[in-house]
């Protein structure tokens, strides 16, 4: 006999303000769970970026541990330029992995770095990233076929949307709404005729449409909006018709791996560096001599600047907190991480050892001053580096 059995439904970019609060008496699938079960924010991984975020959910380990840090990454130490990851890239076992060795079952459907197909105790359908014209995206090779047959759309299964924002934004709503369709389709196929004991389905259409729609939410009214609305409400359809198949006493859960927000601006730091006279790229140092260069330098240097801002944007450090921070210092050539004592724990260290990366330590990376304008409190916050211990941030 089958032990219990769990199923995660994982919507890339599910907006918790959208499901908890905004539409949540049109959504009554998801209404009934947060009712009967538990709910809330989850906090993603940083960087919250799709690839490293579902990795990490369905792995246990973090984007360092995984070495993926967004949608690309160098294949090697030696290689100059970033390829799109895949299934490859992925080190460690994920939780059908671990299911398998145990003697589970499993069905996957979509997950991110899933092409090409690993071996699995179980049936998988790769997601996203799959490369156009693939013809090896399941688990087993022969699931291929029956899954094609099942798909009544000429343009054959869908990975993910390849129509943008255009002047018709039914051309993009009519690409993702089938897409998802066919997505859960085939998941209540599979899991109707296939033994399993977890069963994990990834759908990007909702991070398609907001991408392309989020900013139409300030006009209710809008098309724009309507659709996003229209869309979640297929979603939690879908999910219901697919909890129908499951077993009373099953597992669900519905995650997401980041959220959405306006995109309002960027600080460019680099431009804003340069700004500062801190930063020249190029011909920029031209009109100074080198020594004048070599002084500024010195003076600027950029890693003590850039790791304290890191820390406070970043990783919300208070400018003290920001300044105080072990540094560390990584230029490409020559190949070694330069870092202050005690700059690493000995278990980063051992990580970073068994990715191939050599140490070089030293007593300290610079000093620095900082202040932190506060806008909101009209405050300034002032920090002082404990390297320097004669010297003060003075604001005015
Ligand atoms: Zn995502």
């Known amino acids: ?25 049109e959504l009554p699938v998801i209404s009934a769970l947060c009712a009967e079960g538990t709910y809330g924010p989850l906090h993603s991984v940083h960087p919250p970026i799709t690839i490293p975020a579902w990795a990490a959910m369905l792995t246990g380990c973090d984007p360092g541990q995984l070495g993926l840090y967004g949608f690309r990454g160098r294949r090697s130490r030696q290689a100059r330029t970033a390829t799109l990851h895949d299934a490859t890239d992925l080190e460690v076992p994920t939780l059908w992995d671990l299911l398998g060795r145990d003697g589970r079952e499993s069905i996957v459907v979509g997950f991110p770095p899933s092409y090409p197909p690993r071996p699995l105790r179980g049936h998988l359908v790769s997601g996203m990233l799959t490369p156009p ?46 897409m998802t369709r066919t997505r859960f389709d085939v998941v209540r196929r599979l899991v109707r005729s296939r033994p399993w004991d977890f ?71 680099n431009e804003w560096l340069r700004r500062q006279a801190e930063l020249w790229l190029g011909d920029d ?66 990580l970073l050892q068994a990715k191939g990366h050599s140490f070089n330590e030293r007593k300290s990376q610079g000093q620095a001053q900082g202040i932190v304008y506060d806008a909101k409190a009209d405050l300034l916050e002032g920090g002082h580096d404990k390297r320097a211990p004669d010297s003060a941030a003075i604001g005015h």
């Open 285 to 350: 140092a031209g009109e100074l001599d080198a020594v004048e260069v070599a002084e500024r330098l010195r003076r600027h240097d950029f890693l003590r600047v850039l790791l304290t801002i890191l820390g406070v944007v970043d990783f919300g450090m208070n400018i003290q907190e920001g300044l105080d921070a072990p540094r560390f210092h990584h230029q490409w050539l020559p190949d070694l991480i330069a870092h202050e004592h005690f700059g690493f724990s000995p278990d980063t260290r051992a």
């Open 1 to 25: 006999m089958r032990g219990r059995r769990a199923f995660v439904f994982g919507l890339d970019c599910a907006s918790p303000e959208l499901w908890f609060a905004r539409w949540r008496e």
């Open 133 to 178: 014209g693939a013809d090896d995206w399941t688990f087993p090779a022969s699931l291929r076929d029956e899954v094609a047959g099942w798909v009544g759309s000429d343009r054959g299964y869908a990975f993910d949307a390849e129509a943008h924002r255009g002047p018709d934004p039914g051309q993009l709503r009519d690409e993702v709404f089938e």
């Open 199 to 269: 069963g994990f389905v990834h759908e990007i259409g909702l991070d398609r449409l907001q991408h392309a729609y989020w900013g139409s939410l300030a006009s209710p009214d809008s098309a724009e909006s309507e659709i996003l609305r229209d869309y979640h409400r297929l979603l939690d359809a879908e999910i219901g018709e697919t909890l129908e198949l499951l077993p009373d006493d099953a597992i669900v859960c519905v995650v997401s791996d980041h959220g959405a927000r306006p995109f309002e601006g960027s600080f460019r730091l």
